[in-house]
């Protein structure tokens, strides 16, 4: 089984920036869609940004767009969630997931932006803005 760990979370002033990281093992990197989500105490988990080996698709959500840029690295099988111009509306845990690529499933918003799309999650790190 393929096993996520994130990492880079923590505190951090309104306005600044942070780089989040998910190691992953247990499986081939390239066979997989690997995405962020977070959640907020009271809130849906809310889809961020996926990345695979034909591209990657950020939201276009208000309080994501223009901010957040998604990245993977195959020689170290980790996946990179740069957020920048942070805010308090920011705070959530946020989860690093694996999707399996299965043949003649089209890489699109629809589909990897529901959470049910995904085998694996990590433990998921947290992320506190301040004001």
């Known amino acids: 089984q393929v096993q996520l760990v994130e990492s880079g979370g923590g505190l951090v002033q309104a306005g600044g920036s942070l780089r989040l990281s998910c190691a992953a093992s247990?499986?081939?990197?390239?066979?997989?869609?690997m995405g962020w989500f977070r959640q907020a105490p009271g809130k849906e988990r809310e889809f961020v940004a996926v990345?695979?080996?034909?591209?990657?698709?950020?939201s276009d959500a208000d309080s994501v767009k223009g901010r957040f840029t998604i990245s993977g690295d195959n020689a170290d099988n980790t996946v990179y969630l740069q957020m920048s111009s942070l805010t308090p509306e920011d705070t959530a845990v946020y989860y690093c997931?694996?999707?399996?690529?299965?043949?003649?499933?089209?890489?699109?918003?629809?589909?990897?932006?529901?959470?049910?799309?995904?085998?694996?999650w990590g433990q998921g790190t947290q992320v506190t803005v301040s004001s």
């Open positions: 997931a694996a999707s399996v690529i299965r043949p003649g499933t089209y890489y699109s918003f629809s589909y990897y932006s529901r959470p049910q799309t995904y085998d694996y």
């Open positions: 990345v695979s080996r034909v591209g990657a698709i950020t």
């Open positions: 247990g499986g081939t990197f390239s066979n997989y869609a």
